[in-house]
């Protein structure tokens, strides 16, 4: 099996974790009992398999925090507020 392959299988079996184009797209989502809405985030990755271990990182992660009641600043996913962007 080529690497292309082993990777699109690996991608399957990851849960929340899709290929979109020509990246990874990883999606978080956590429904708290007692709240409505539940929280949902994404994240784009390289289309790789360091890109897809960043991803699995990422959602685990997120997830975690989120049950743990942390609220996830922008620049620790690889993002950035409006304000940052500007300054």
């Excluded at 299988?9 to 990246?23: C, D, F, H, L, Y």
């Excluded at 398999?49 to 989120?66: F, M, R, V």
Aim: hydrophobic share 45%; glycine share 6%; charged share 30%.
């Amino acid at each position: 099996m080529t690497v292309k392959k082993e990777l699109i299988e690996a991608v399957k079996a990851a849960s929340g974790i899709n290929i979109k184009g020509s990246t990874l797209k990883a999606e978080a989502y956590l429904k708290i009992p007692g709240v409505e809405k539940a929280k949902r985030d994404s994240f784009r990755f390289p289309l790789t398999l360091d890109g897809l271990h960043k991803a699995i990182a990422w959602k685990i992660s997120t997830i975690e925090a989120w049950r743990d009641g942390k609220v996830l600043e922008p620049s620790l996913i690889g993002a950035c507020t409006m304000k940052v962007a500007h300054a």
